[in-house]
């Protein structure tokens, strides 16, 4: 695992429990929006497995969970031997992706190695070139989809919206594909010097409209949330 990046300590990142959240190097997508664009580009000094393991073995007592981020985690060979020995330490993990490696977060499910998994879905699928700045096939990111779907882990889709990328009818588009999942959160863009095109560049929707959104969509799903 090439990580990079690292919090000690988040009372956010992993449902009702206290984690410790680190960072994988490089992403497949060049999301506009996007806040870790170090991470994405790559930037950053390595964070060795002996630090973390021993991190780990310190703060057992004190924290819950491990969360995997990135930049995308399932682009790395070792995320597998990674997680899963985070897992024999005691600790629940939460893999944060993309979706685009459906056999990787399957085997991932099917081994028992992650408890929580959130996948970002970045736009209604005509629309995911123009909001991630690549080239995307669909398909294996749908697959993902259907198989946190048809799963018993505990999973969460989110999306985060600007104005300039998507339109209320895109967020209630993507709703409506989601309609019947467990969870699905709308995250608020929030502005800052290392957004990947540049600060002042793009904008969060008024709450009003994000409220507007909630009373169309909430019932599609078990837990709906605004980010703000």
Do not use: W
């Amino acid at each position: 695992m090439h990580i990079i990046g690292e919090e000690k300590a988040s009372f956010v990142d992993y449902p009702d429990q206290i984690s410790i959240v680190y960072f994988c190097a490089y992403c497949n997508m060049k999301c506009k929006y996007c806040h870790n664009s170090d991470l994405v580009k790559g930037k950053g000094s390595s964070i060795s497995d002996e630090e973390i393991f021993a991190f780990l073995e310190k703060r057992k007592k004190f924290v819950d969970a491990v969360c995997i981020s990135g930049g995308e985690p399932t682009l790395h060979e070792g995320l597998y031997d990674f997680a899963k020995r985070v897992k024999d330490k005691g600790y629940l993990v939460k893999l944060d992706t993309n979706g685009t490696n459906p056999e990787v977060v399957k085997r991932l499910i099917d081994e028992k190695i992650v408890d929580y998994i959130a996948m970002d879905i970045k736009a209604p699928f005509h629309k995911y070139e123009s909001v991630t700045g690549s080239k995307i096939d669909i398909d294996p990111i749908k697959n993902t989809i259907n198989i946190l779907r048809n799963s018993d882990i505990d999973y969460e889709f989110r999306t985060t919206v600007c104005k300039e990328l998507l339109t209320k009818q895109d967020i209630v588009e993507i709703a409506e594909y989601l309609k019947g999942s467990k969870r699905y959160s709308i995250q608020n863009f929030r502005d800052g010097e290392t957004v990947l095109v540049g600060q002042n560049k793009l904008h969060p929707y008024e709450i009003e409209i994000l409220e507007e959104i909630r009373r169309e969509v909430e019932g599609y799903f078990e837990i709906f949330k605004i980010r703000k």
